[in-house]
């Protein structure tokens, strides 16, 4: 079986919400105004900064061909405002703060298409965990089912 894990460092991303334009006022090839849809720059920088650490920690492994298992671990450092005390106490339970795990999840997904996965309708299983931790990082585990 095979199994791929490898880590992203810095605060887990989310991803952005798609950005639509109007374009034109009735003067356009068709005769009339248009909408452009396109992802914002910080979900763009996002997702090279993953599949930059997949080739660089993988050592460029193909994509798996079959079905997979994705399991995406969002480690968020607790807040500068908290005492050291609470700081402590954090550290490893849950974080329940924006953003959502699923949209974590989304970026990843969305992120390793063609290069972990042909497509990611090829993710039967997903697990998504966000907590608390000593460094904020990203830990992504791809397994052959």
Same mark, same amino acid.
């Given at each position: 079986m095979k199994k791929v894990v490898f880590e992203i460092p810095g605060k887990p991303a989310h991803k952005g919400r798609v950005r639509t334009r109007v374009v034109g006022k009735g003067k356009g090839w068709c005769g009339k105004a248009f909408a452009m849809h396109?992802?914002?720059?910080?979900?763009?920088?996002?997702?090279? @900064?993953? &599949?930059?650490?997949? !080739?660089?920690?993988t050592d460029g492994a193909? /994509?798996?061909?079959?079905?997979v298992e994705l399991k995406v671990v969002a480690i968020f450092e607790p807040p500068k405002s908290c005492s050291? @005390?609470? &700081?402590?106490?954090? !550290?490893?339970?849950?974080?329940?703060?924006? /953003?959502?795990?699923?949209?974590?999840?989304?970026?990843?997904?969305?992120?390793?298409n063609t290069l972990a996965?042909?497509?990611?309708?090829?993710?039967?299983?997903?697990?998504?965990?966000?907590?608390?931790?000593?460094?904020a990082k990203t830990i992504v585990e791809i397994t052959e089912l």
């Amino acid at each position: 079986m095979k199994k791929v894990v490898f880590e992203i460092p810095g605060k887990p991303a989310h991803k952005g919400r798609v950005r639509t334009r109007v374009v034109g006022k009735g003067k356009g090839w068709c005769g009339k105004a248009f909408a452009m849809h396109y992802k914002d720059s910080k979900t763009m920088k996002s997702e090279e @900064k993953i &599949r930059w650490c997949w !080739l660089s920690q993988t050592d460029g492994a193909g /994509p798996f061909e079959g079905p997979v298992e994705l399991k995406v671990v969002a480690i968020f450092e607790p807040p500068k405002s908290c005492s050291k @005390k609470r &700081r402590l106490e954090l !550290l490893g339970e849950p974080h329940t703060k924006k /953003p959502d795990a699923s949209n974590i999840a989304k970026q990843v997904e969305d992120a390793l298409n063609t290069l972990a996965y042909k497509d990611d309708n090829q993710i039967a299983q997903l697990h998504v965990q966000k907590m608390y931790g000593e460094d904020a990082k990203t830990i992504v585990e791809i397994t052959e089912l």
